[in-house]
């Protein structure tokens, strides 16, 4: 009869199996899966507006070695050359990024990416830190002064008291652990985020969203939006009216063009730019590119000038129901943060 040390030795090691079995099933199932899909999995479903940086991609593309234990000078460096490749303008950290390094243990020096999720309800933040990283978290969090939850998976309450005195954005007063995702939450609504961490389902984003993300592909940094929020942000109804007016009047002379159901523009590692939209089906995709793709060309009416002057225009394509563009910017011109606003005819609904 096996001995009892056999049976806990034989139960130790099929938990041991099981779990390396569940990391190389988490590999193999995300391997073709982008940093911006993995993170627009976990927004709240709720959100309309999305601004993500893959600041790992980020400073592999400007060439910067900073990391949790660079001095502020040169994390303040490194953020100057992400802005002159406009490449931090999506990020909800910028402004804090020095406290951050300093007092929290992480900032866009260490963290693998940032999503920021806006909706009616409320706005999140979630952070990838390094494997392991929520620990030290944790306890630069007790040292600053958050009230600690008795349930490690709850809300770390701060304050806008305690964020104003560290100097750090209102969007970290309230903070949410996750250890075994390595992520970091942050609100300035402590129910908003407590919400959203124990209501997990309530994670994720529409079809039309999902559609521009997937065929949107790697991208440093970049603006999402809903169809719903596009064809408001995005709009010429934000133009003046003669602006307006000639906008209708170039889009009429493309031959019209639908509604979006999701857009994505950001910047492609090497530096070009691609945008995504999503339509509601293919039929329409396809009668939308040569629309787009010529308005993509042409006038920027409510921007000034021609879109020439700010990009040339590389391939565009229908994708089943996404439209894809690639643009290739202009030396000096800034064609995230100046197009992702609005309003842009191309994008237009």
């Given at each position: 009869m096996p001995r009892p040390w056999r049976w806990v030795a034989v139960a130790v090691a099929l938990v041991v199996v099981a779990a390396a079995a569940f990391a190389g099933w988490r590999w193999w199932a995300q391997r073709d899966t982008t940093?911006?899909?993995?993170?627009?999995?976990?927004a709240p479903a709720d959100a309309e507006r999305f601004s993500f940086t893959d600041w790992a991609a980020v400073r592999a593309e400007l060439g910067s070695d900073v990391d949790a234990d660079s001095p502020n000078d040169d994390v303040r460096a490194m953020l100057d050359d992400a802005f002159d490749a406009d490449l931090a303008t999506?990020?909800?950290?910028?402004e804090s990024a020095e406290p951050l390094q300093s007092r929290y243990g992480f900032s866009p020096a260490s963290l693998e990416w940032e999503l920021f999720s806006q909706g009616a309800d409320g706005a999140v933040v979630v952070m990838r830190v390094p494997d392991g990283g929520t620990e030290a978290v944790a306890d630069r969090l007790r040292e600053l002064g958050y009230d600690e939850p008795e349930d490690h998976t709850d809300v770390w309450t701060g304050g806008d008291d305690l964020v104003a005195g560290v100097g750090v954005t209102p969007e970290l007063a309230h903070?949410?652990?996750?250890?075994?995702?390595?992520?970091?939450?942050?609100?300035?609504?402590?129910?908003?985020?407590?919400?959203?961490?124990?209501?997990?389902?309530?994670?994720?984003?529409?079809?039309?969203?999902?559609d521009a993300?997937?065929?949107?592909?790697?991208?440093l940094a970049a603006a999402v939006y809903t169809g719903d929020n596009a064809c408001s942000a995005?709009?010429?109804?934000?133009?003046?009216?003669?602006?307006?007016?000639?906008?209708?009047?170039?889009?009429?002379?493309?031959?019209?063009?639908?509604?979006?159901?999701?857009?994505?523009?950001?910047?492609?590692?090497?530096?070009?730019?691609r945008v995504a939209m999503a339509l509601e089906d293919d039929d329409r995709a396809r009668q939308d590119a040569d629309?787009?793709?010529?308005?993509?060309?042409?006038?920027?009416?409510?921007?000034?000038g021609d879109f020439a002057d700010r990009f040339d225009l590389g391939r565009v394509a229908a994708d089943g129901n996404v439209v894809t563009m690639d643009l290739e910017?202009?030396?000096?011109?800034?064609?995230?943060s100046?197009?992702?606003?609005?309003?842009?005819?191309?994008?237009?609904?």
């Amino acid at each position: 009869m096996p001995r009892p040390w056999r049976w806990v030795a034989v139960a130790v090691a099929l938990v041991v199996v099981a779990a390396a079995a569940f990391a190389g099933w988490r590999w193999w199932a995300q391997r073709d899966t982008t940093d911006l899909q993995r993170a627009m999995s976990l927004a709240p479903a709720d959100a309309e507006r999305f601004s993500f940086t893959d600041w790992a991609a980020v400073r592999a593309e400007l060439g910067s070695d900073v990391d949790a234990d660079s001095p502020n000078d040169d994390v303040r460096a490194m953020l100057d050359d992400a802005f002159d490749a406009d490449l931090a303008t999506t990020s909800a950290l910028v402004e804090s990024a020095e406290p951050l390094q300093s007092r929290y243990g992480f900032s866009p020096a260490s963290l693998e990416w940032e999503l920021f999720s806006q909706g009616a309800d409320g706005a999140v933040v979630v952070m990838r830190v390094p494997d392991g990283g929520t620990e030290a978290v944790a306890d630069r969090l007790r040292e600053l002064g958050y009230d600690e939850p008795e349930d490690h998976t709850d809300v770390w309450t701060g304050g806008d008291d305690l964020v104003a005195g560290v100097g750090v954005t209102p969007e970290l007063a309230h903070v949410a652990l996750d250890e075994d995702d390595d992520l970091v939450l942050s609100s300035d609504k402590a129910d908003y985020l407590r919400g959203l961490v124990e209501r997990d389902a309530d994670r994720g984003v529409a079809d039309g969203v999902e559609d521009a993300v997937d065929r949107a592909g790697d991208l440093l940094a970049a603006a999402v939006y809903t169809g719903d929020n596009a064809c408001s942000a995005l709009a010429m109804g934000q133009a003046d009216p003669a602006d307006a007016a000639e906008g209708e009047r170039l889009v009429d002379e493309a031959g019209g063009v639908h509604p979006l159901t999701g857009f994505v523009m950001g910047f492609r590692p090497g530096g070009d730019v691609r945008v995504a939209m999503a339509l509601e089906d293919d039929d329409r995709a396809r009668q939308d590119a040569d629309a787009r793709a010529t308005l993509a060309a042409g006038p920027a009416p409510g921007q000034g000038g021609d879109f020439a002057d700010r990009f040339d225009l590389g391939r565009v394509a229908a994708d089943g129901n996404v439209v894809t563009m690639d643009l290739e910017p202009v030396e000096g011109s800034y064609v995230l943060s100046d197009l992702s606003t609005g309003p842009v005819l191309f994008a237009t609904c």
